[in-house]
């Protein structure tokens, strides 16, 4: 095989395994983005902009029986809201406003939290999204 041949089936190979990888992630749903917070902190902020009917999807670890506190503040204002749900499968989502929820973590694990906007039309929401454990 001559080194041209070669080089041309080997750019062939190339584009195929990259594109068979890049369709393998295409239909797939991304991981949630883990909050995690600095050392000796006890709180994190996440500031953020979502558009149309994006969802973003977060994660953090809590231990039984320790304070979680969240909050949303949204430009324009109230056009976000978010959702919470415990390890154990808990949907807090009827227990707050969408804006602000504080309680205590039932059980130890992974809480997932997804911010929405609230309208689905065209447009964009920026967000402030404040976490705190004690």
């Known amino acids: ?13 190339v ?7 890049t369709g393998q992630r295409g239909g797939g ?16 902020t996440l500031n953020d902009t979502i558009r149309g009917s994006e969802e973003a999807e977060y994660v953090f670890t809590a231990r039984q029986g320790q304070r979680v506190t969240l909050s949303l503040t949204a430009t324009p204002a109230k056009s976000a809201r978010f959702e919470l749900k415990s390890a154990d499968g808990v949907d807090y989502k009827f227990e707050h406003d969408g804006m602000k ?34």
């Open 1 to 13: 095989m001559t080194k041209r041949r070669l080089f041309w089936s080997g750019l062939l190979l």
């Open 101 to 134: 929820w504080s309680g205590v973590a039932p059980v130890t694990g992974d809480y997932f939290l997804n911010v929405t906007r609230v309208s689905q039309k065209p447009g964009r929401t920026t967000y402030l999204l404040r976490l705190a454990i004690k």
């Open 29 to 44: 749903k991304a991981e949630p983005l883990r909050i995690e917070f600095k050392r000796g902190a006890s709180g994190a």
């Open 15 to 21: 584009t195929l395994l990259a594109s068979a990888a």
